[in-house]
């Protein structure tokens, strides 16, 4: 997703699944702890208003303002779920990316510094 959004222009779009079917509208907006980018979004789905948690990072905002999620609506709607306006635990976060089937590996860090020897001139 487009990282330079402002996440509270979110709040209020409508959001629809992979096949165009509405889902509902996002009701709020969860930044990555470490980040600050917009992470998760909570959608309020259908009668009961119930908050299905989905992940920002595949979906797509579209040019006529709605937010396309790349799942079925089923599996939205089954998502686990936390309520909304508290903070996700890191357990939370990951039963979410375990629901959505997506990689929960860690990025490659960075490589370290390699020690070849000592610079010429200096005492080994």
Do not use: C
Not at 37 to 66: K, M, N, Y
Not at 69 to 94: C, M, N, T, W, Y
């Amino acid at each position: 997703m487009q990282t330079d959004i402002d996440p509270r222009n979110l709040i209020g779009r409508k959001a629809f699944d992979r096949n165009g079917a509405k889902i509902g509208t996002i009701d709020e907006i969860y930044l990555d702890d470490a980040t600050g980018a917009p992470e998760w979004a909570a959608i309020r789905t259908g009668l009961f208003s119930r908050d299905a948690f989905v992940p920002l990072e595949p979906s797509e905002l579209t040019g006529d303002g709605t937010l396309r999620i790349p799942f079925d609506r089923d599996l939205i709607k089954d998502a686990p779920d936390f309520g909304v306006g508290r903070h996700l635990s890191p357990a939370q976060e990951l039963q979410l990316y375990h629901h959505y089937g997506l990689d929960t590996t860690p990025p490659e860090p960075p490589p370290q510094d390699r020690n070849f020897g000592h610079i010429a001139g200096d005492p080994p």
